[in-house]
DNA sequence: TGCCACTGTCACATCGTTGTAACATTGCAC
DNA sequence: GTGCAATGTTACAACGATGTGACAGTGGCA
């Protein structure tokens, strides 16, 4: 599954584009599957469960927005990515389709390179798939499936991204990375962010751990930070 | 070379501009070069190989984007990370500048906030981190990828600095190095300090490694210092 | 609309690290 | 052994990296 090309499902109804996305996608080692329609599309998610999808804004019928919200809405689905396509000139629906759920957004006509890129950004942050099982370590405890986190079995407050961040080093451990790494994997790869963002929410979150564990949080001074049960 | 500034090519045929790009990146803590032309471009490529390229469309003879071509093409310059520069209105440029292998693009005017984000951004993603094995030495182990070091399985604490200097020294063992050579492999090669930093390094990482570890180091009289598992 | 949670950024405080000098010790040549 | 150069050792001030609290902007929600 890690290894093996990640299953990409198209929706559009344009055949030719389609047709040239999936070349791209197979070079860099993809595995395509193509549907013109909501119908098909839907079909195609419950035979071949794809890793994530790429969706056109205009399609027949029901709309690709809105088809991206039904499958946010599904819990089947509810984690697959998705990458909106829009046509030049349609800025404004960005908005749109990134509240119905959309991971990321790209604008016709784009270069085979650049949705490369994107796909593997998005597949990259995407959680992996399946049944995610609670993380704990030393009595700190994080569950995906409720989205929770307790300490010691008391609750923890935490924000999104305190929360993303936790889940990330939870499930990286003894690794030390870079603010810029973490920007790329908790923040995702193309957002603009100053690096001492990440020190602030190493902060917050620390603080909500608590003394009991904060110290999991370690500074690895001229260089990042690492998540680790060892001492330091 | 994560932590030195980073060569950035700025290739733009209007000098204020080029000059203002320059400003903006040097307060950012990189290095610039400037090229009003390709040719100029390719030599100080050639000469002093950037981490990257900022290229405007415009330029005289030979466009930005068939010199973007052209660096892709190249074996040597295929990997060099290029962010395209161009004047607003011209956004059907973006395609064209995509394809011929940007790996960013930027539409004037910008602010240079914007632009340093951006090109912070794609120096991120260009620069991979390979797979890198701990080293093991008669139960002094560093690892690399959690940026630790254990001696017989005891945490070892050491600053920056002296981390560097033993990553060096434990893939390059049994071999002399003098204080100059060590300057320059560890500190990097354009810094002044002096020669007798080096002992005092020496000393702290001796220091951190104690007893059990500090014999690796040796200090070859009149040369410098050595790491080696064999006695002196 | 106003409230509230969250985010990103800044300014300032704090802490570790760094390079250097000054002095102590060692080893070698004579 | 003596003298000298090389190296070991320590202390310290400057600097850079990180911790910390505050703030303004944003968007959701009642």
Known sequence: ??????????????????EMI????????????EAASVQEAHSHIVDHKPDMVLL????????????????????????????MLTAKGEEDNKVQGLEAGADD??????S?????????????????QGVEEPIEVSGLMLD??????????????????????????MTHQERAYSRAQ?????????????????DVHIRRLRKALGK?????IQTVRGTGYRFSTKAS
């Open 144 to 169: 995906p499936v409720c989205h929770r986190v307790t300490s010691n079995s008391k609750p923890v407050e935490i924000g999104p991204t305190e929360y993303r961040l936790l889940q990330f080093f």
């Open 105 to 110: 957004y790209i604008t016709k006509p784009f």
């Open 56 to 83: 056109d804004w205009m399609l027949p019928g029901t709309s690709g927005v809105e088809f991206a919200r039904r499958l946010k809405r599904d819990d089947m689905t509810a984690e697959m990515p998705i990458i």
């Open 212 to 216: 009991a564990h904060e110290h999991l």
């Open 112 to 128: 085979p390179r650049e949705l490369v890129a994107r796909l593997k950004a998005v597949l990259r942050r995407a959680t992996p």
């Open 1 to 18: 599954m890690t290894k093996a090309g990640k299953r990409v499902l198209i929706v559009d109804d344009e055949a030719p584009i389609r």
């Open 22 to 33: 999936a070349v791209a996608l197979e070079m860099a080692g993809y595995e395509c599957l």
């Open 182 to 198: 973490l920007l790329d994997q908790v923040w995702g790869g193309n957002v603009y962010v100053e690096e001492r963002t990440v």
